[in-house]
């Protein structure tokens, strides 16, 4: 009787409160509908799937009462290869191979020639280089991952030299939050730090 009731009590607590037996995503709904990131305010959301060997964003944004569309492609979590919206599509050439990446937290450094084209067209060439910052963990909706803290420095020959900090968490395979950083590369300005996270 005992045991009837504590199960019959259990069940209640699921219907109740079905946040409670919501699993977090792992890497496996990449391959599938893919996992989303949500931040309520401004809002923005990020769908992410993997498709073969790449990873796809798609960005929606409100600002204004209007939403904007971005679409991107990784060759790597860490690594964007193309960048299209209504206006242009810019693609990212990387002199190395971008599977190295996964070597970070051992090589601390990655370091990339690249070439940046607007359609066929070349408007820009440098460099790129990825720096460990450390290792830790971040939560986001809930759920918990082992993160790396990436600091990816652009410079080019005609824009001033830019960073950015990345959370990545590398057994989910994907960048959790993102911050531009300050001239010194330290200081966070304004970001994506998402207060959700799902499986579609």
Known sequence: MRRSLLTAFALCLVTAFPALAKSCPTRADLNGDG???????????????????????ERRV??????????????????VAQRQDTRSVLTMKYSRNTK???????T??????????DGTKTIDKGSVTMRLGGKGTHTVGGCKYPVWSVVETYETGKLPISSREKIYAPTLGIVLTSYALGRDGKRRRSG????KISAE
Do not use: C
Not at 35 to 57: E, K
Not at 192 to 195: C, H
């Open 192 to 195: 994506f730090a998402p207060d």
């Open 62 to 79: 409100k600002r204004n009462g209007k939403t904007t569309r971005v679409r991107s492609t990784y060759l790597h979590p860490l690594a």
């Open 100 to 106: 190295s990446l996964q070597n970070l937290d051992n």
């Open 35 to 57: 996992i989303r990131l949500t931040r309520s305010a401004p809002f923005m959301t990020v769908l992410l799937t993997n498709r073969g060997d790449t990873q796809i964003s």
């Open 108 to 117: 601390k450094v990655w370091r990339s020639r690249i070439e940046i084209l």
